[in-house]
């Protein structure tokens, strides 16, 4: 990749308040640190290691880390994006309960004002599963059986307040219904009692969950997304079952803190592109994640999130959900 001069980084910056700085040296820096405010081994973790090592070869004379500054729901390390230089040098690359954590907890930052959208990466949808002891075939089931015996049915979700939980209350509501939540804290120990039979459902992202549909550990009822994925091609859609008006999609995400200038939000948003549309990076979102690939740029990603915090913070305050402690 090419560096930018001075000259051209001043001459392109001169209606930005940063200019005077960042005209004194060339862009990328020495360093650009991807920051992931969730610990290693998660989704994001894999998708900003998926850049890190597609963009480090592109960005000549530029080293690539990514840092892990997990804790509350990734609030944490989006403050400290929020907080940084906008010169280009930090990026964060997120999940869908950055959108949630604005209604769902105290913050440190404003999510829309003080972060400079980048990449819209892509979207998945997530599953609702049960274990295969248990008799549902389809939502209409579940319907069924929880009116006959309100509150006798549970799922489990890899936390409260995030998007699965957010997601079944909508779905509770709407379809007039009691089913008990058990939070767990992370997709593990959610994951070892729905397969153990402790509850009789867990929502999870499709990642997460479909690991264990192919050995019967669990069985499908139903996908959140509008359409069925190529992964899912069996299951019903939350539509198909009756419920055409909700739709529940994780999602991921990179942005810059506030200020940092167009040019360097578009460059890097064309480059991280580049990385991931390669076909070893894409078919490991696609096939490893079940990702649906996007690749929206900077609008595209600004009306997507205030879509999603719209809808979730909705349903937070109707519902009175509070983050865990």
Same mark, same amino acid.
């Given at each position: ?19 005077? !700085?960042?005209? /004194?040296? &060339?862009?990328? =820096? ?5 920051? $992931? *405010?969730?610990?290693? #081994? +998660? ?123 957010? !997601?079944?209350? /909508?779905? &509770?509501?709407? =379809? ?5 939540? $058990? *939070?767990?804290?992370? #997709? +593990? ?128 305050? &109707? ?7």
């Amino acid at each position: 990749m090419t560096r930018l001069t001075r000259r051209a980084v001043a001459a392109g910056l001169a209606v930005s308040p940063f200019a005077p !700085a960042l005209a /004194q040296q &060339a862009w990328p =820096a020495s360093q650009m640190t991807l920051v $992931v *405010p969730f610990p290693p #081994g +998660g989704s994001t973790d894999a998708l900003a290691r998926l850049m890190q090592a597609g963009l480090q070869p592109r960005m000549s004379g530029t080293t690539i880390i990514v840092e892990n500054k997990a804790g509350a729901s990734g609030a944490i390390g989006a403050a400290q994006v929020a907080k940084a230089k906008p010169d280009g040098s930090t990026f964060l690359v997120t999940f869908d309960s950055h959108a949630v954590n604005p209604a769902l907890q105290p913050l440190q930052f404003d999510t829309e004002k003080d972060l400079e959208p980048v990449l819209l990466v892509g979207t998945a949808p997530y599953l609702l599963a049960t274990h295969p002891s248990r008799p549902f075939k389809t939502f209409a089931d579940v319907v069924k059986a929880s009116k006959e015996k309100p509150g006798s049915l549970s799922y489990a979700s890899v936390g409260t307040g995030t998007l699965g939980h957010l !997601a079944m209350v /909508q779905l &509770a509501k709407a =379809a007039g219904i009691d089913i008990k939540h $058990v *939070p767990y804290r992370g #997709g +593990g120990p959610a994951m070892n009692d729905a397969v153990a039979g402790h509850v009789d459902f867990i929502i999870g992202s499709v990642a997460l969950i479909t690991p264990q549909l192919g050995g019967g550990a669990l069985k499908p009822v139903m996908q959140t997304g509008r359409e069925r994925i190529a992964s899912l091609k069996d299951v019903m859609t939350i539509g198909e079952s009756g419920f055409k008006g909700l739709e529940t999609l994780a999602w991921w995400g990179v942005f810059a803190p506030k200020g940092a200038p167009k040019e360097i939000v578009s460059r890097i948003s064309g480059e991280m592109t580049a990385v991931l549309k390669a076909e070893k990076a894409s078919k490991t979102l696609s096939e490893g994640q079940s990702m649906t690939l996007v690749f929206g740029g900077p609008d595209e990603l600004r009306t997507f999130l205030a879509r999603e915090i719209k809808v979730w913070g909705e349903v937070v305050r &109707a519902n009175g959900i509070k983050a865990a402690n």
